[in-house]
């Protein structure tokens, strides 16, 4: 596959039918249908994306104009934000798990002027949002959604829009994208919104293909390119799925299977056996804290083996390994380490780590299983990738790694990280002061303050806005300590605090499982609510932020925690679709009870 296709590409959707006419019969998006994993070849997804292109043009779609998608991950979603762009038009994501209220601030701010729609189940935030704004009256649906609730929206199905004369279409879509340059705007991808209303933060084609040609070399050059395969699990209306779950593997020429999602994604891993899966830390936290818990289980040799390999990744990331620790190494490769791949699928030759920062010791623990860890950093605004660890480049965890090639990174006097390259975003949709406020002289100002290692890689302390300034005006970075403390068993979310105050407190979520194991070894019925009142069980939780302050400097320690009612979650709007958590909402909900603590 030769990667300087991309380079030279003009647009996404031209490099995608360069790769189909390369790749043909290979397989393109694979997904589970009745149960069985079922494949469309690169060559059957461009017929469809050029079918669905011409279709969009027919009822009536013009230059320029913004769809939406709100779909779970699947081959059509693809396979539709191709068609979007090869029909002269701009996609426009949506998650899933959106309420009316959402849809209706994207559907407004965006102007869309149709909406693919994945199940009837979707709809019932849909269709209400679009009646009420008036937008995006054109609903294609991919699955069949009840015609009765339509009212004057008008419903086309999916097969209709992807039927008829594939030579044809493709003929008009090779004439069109002709004028597509890599400045034009690909998509309009808005924020999460940890703060505030989501933004339109709009990309154009240079942006997202500057990242695919950077992100491709690191895996050609440090990792072999072979018949790469991608598990894609975060939703793709999120701009880092988005570029390295979705754009990545097409300037691969890999295949895309998709996970049914995360009850299943243990089976899912063993069955697709990809080479490469995307995946934000919060996720690896859960899965570390299952892999530690079922080797605790398996006797005596397994706990010792755990303790090795705990150890060498506490070495690794504090860059202690070397000849001293080739026996752990060669002690692992004979045990540990096979089981552990074959989890993953037996071929995985890098976890890709984005999102979010990465706590060190949970990307340690990965890289002493042997399983090479490769933690990105960036943010929408930037296609999203600015950096990665790579082989090459020296992996250290607690650094993002050296700036992507065609990346200009500088520090702030404030600390701020500042970058300029194609990556940057043309700008907010509709909001040219944000715009202004933002790239500065061509330097987009990324929210986020670190600084530069001896050897050019960046390692990021806290988002401004974020950063906990306590009453003495010491500088607390709260990501790093909630990083910590959900390390312990006994936690499983938090969110830390302390702006303006003499000292750190916390929100604790207890982790369920470890509170079952506690409720019967202390011969208390489970009941999360009841537990919490119990002075055993709090005094267990303090126990666990003990241990965390042990290796916090003395402004940082959590002196003191309150219990939450609920886990944060996406349906309580306390955490983004990513997993992230929002700290304006949790401070509404918890506020009074944070303040009690002094």
Known sequence: MELSDIDNATSLVALFLQRADQRGDKPFLTAKIDGEWTSISYAEAADKVCLLAESLRAIGLRDGDRVMIVAENRPEWCIADLAIMAAGCITTPAYTTNTERDHSHILDDSGASAVFVGNAKLTKALFPAIMKTGRGHHVIAIDPVPSSQSGSIDLHRWEEMTTGDAAAARKAVDARIADIKRRDMACIIYTSGTSGAPRGVMLHHGAILHNVSAAANVIEHDLGWEEERFLSFLPLSHAFEHTAGFYLPLGLGADIWFSEGLDKLSSNLEEASPTVMVVVP??????????????????????FLLGRALSLGEKQVSGRDGIMTRPDELLLSATLRPKIRQR???????????????????????????????????QTESAPVIACNYPSAGIKLDTVGPPLPGVEVRIAEDGEILVRGELVMLGYWQRPEDTEATIKDGWLHTGDVGHIDDKGRIKITDRKKDIIVNDKGDNVAPQKLEGMLTLQPEISQAMVSGDKKPYMVALIVPDPEWA????????????????????????????????????????????????????FTVDNDMMTPTMKIRRMQIRENYQDQLDALY
């Not at 919060?282 to 706990?303: D, P």
């Not at 890709?352 to 933690?375: D, H, I, R, W, Y």
């Open 344 to 378: 993953f699928g037996g071929r995985v030759k890098a976890l890709v780590s984005g999102g979010a920062p990465l706590n060190p010791e949970v990307g340690g623990f990965f890289q002493a299983m042997g399983l090479t860890m490769l933690q990105g950093y960036g």
């Open 516 to 567: 079952v194991l506690w409720a019967r070894e202390n011969g208390e019925a489970f009941d999360m609510a009841a537990l919490q009142d119990l002075p055993a069980f709090r005094s267990a939780i303090k126990a666990a932020i003990d241990r965390t302050n042990r290796d916090l400097s003395v402004i940082e320690k959590v002196r003191k925690f309150v219990l939450a009612d609920e886990p």
């Open 282 to 303: 919060r996720l690896f936290e859960v899965l570390r804290g299952k892999m530690i818990k079922a080797i605790e289980k398996q006797g005596s040799v397994a706990r």
